[in-house]
Nanobody
């Protein structure tokens, strides 16, 4: 079992920045690929960014590419999402997720592949 706890959400102005953190506990963090997803009211949960176990590969959705950066610290058991140039359409609840994988260089974009989820943190961007 892996427990995930997100933090760092809040209110930001358009053009501003926030950094989300997701602290993991319960298993060996470096055995898991990690991802960030978001869900706006009335919409499906959508992929934001993913990172492989070893940080060797990352991938971001087109809607956030160039603005959001995913990273991880396997010593601190934490994955981050640096969000810059925020837009009102980034408003959503943001979730981190973990998937056990034996392949160090893989990341995953399909939410159904992830086994563990955090409770989410609200991000609101005002115009």
């Amino acid at each position: 079992q892996v427990q995930l706890v997100e933090s760092g959400g809040g209110l930001a102005q358009a053009g501003g920045s926030l950094r989300l953190s997701c602290a993991a506990s319960g298993r060996t963090f470096s055995d898991y690929a990690m991802g960030w997803f978001r869900q706006a009211p009335g919409k499906e949960r959508e992929f934001v960014a993913a990172i492989s176990r070893s940080s060797s590969r990352t991938y971001a959705a087109d809607s956030v590419k160039g603005r959001f950066t995913i990273s991880r610290d396997n010593v601190k058991n934490t994955v981050y999402l640096q969000m810059n140039s925020l837009k009102p359409e980034d408003t959503a609840v943001y979730y981190c997720a973990a998937k056990r994988t034996y392949v160090s260089g893989h990341y995953y974009v399909n939410r159904y592949e992830y086994e563990y989820w955090g409770q989410g943190t609200q991000v609101t961007v005002s115009s």
